[in-house]
């Protein structure tokens, strides 16, 4: 009888719980387009950070990474040898530089993490190659894995640090 009362009870918190969480799905501002502009904005846009937290600005084309809070963890791969802290912040990953005829570098950031993507950047003479770590405190400490996916990546800057 107990054991009846407990799964009666356990169904409906399933059952309350689903319904709640249906409801704040459809009240989502992505739910309620009304044209395909909207839609792509929507989709492009992220819905905000929660309350009481600053969203995120992100990089773009044109930008100087130094006015941007990602440069507080944007480390210079390329050109020229890594640092100590470079080697630390792309930990869970290899990073292969080949040298072009034309000057230029082709750089690979490989994932150690079968789930994460590879990224390959061109850097042309005169650019710097940055490998922004998104959160520094996601790496298993004497792992060098990356616990967050996708989360890092590379910014490519001119000679004055404008984002290519």
């Known amino acids: 009888m107990a054991k009846n009362i407990a799964i009666a009870i356990l169904g409906i918190v399933v059952v309350v719980e689903t319904a709640l969480l249906g409801r704040r799905f459809l009240q989502h501002p992505m739910m309620h387009r009304t ?3 909207q839609s792509v904005a929507a989709t492009n846009s992220p819905s905000g950070p929660p309350a009481g937290m600053k969203p995120p600005a992100f990089p773009k ?3 100087k990474l130094s006015d941007l809070p990602v440069a507080k963890t944007a480390y210079q791969v390329a050109p020229g040898d890594m640092l100590a802290d470079t080697k630390t912040a792309t930990a869970g990953w290899s990073i292969v530089q080949n040298k072009q005829s034309d000057g230029s570098l082709i750089v690979d950031f490989i994932p150690k993490e079968a789930n994460d993507q590879r990224q390959q950047y061109t850097v042309k003479t005169g650019e710097t190659l940055y490998f ?14 990356d616990i967050n996916l996708r989360d890092d990546y590379g910014i490519i800057t001119n000679a004055d640090g404008i984002i290519q």
Request: proline letters at 5%; glycine letters at 10%.
């Open 35 to 37: 044209s395909q502009s």
């Open 61 to 63: 084309k044109g930008d």
């Open 132 to 145: 922004v770590e998104l959160n520094s405190v996601d790496d298993s400490p004497g792992q060098n894995d």
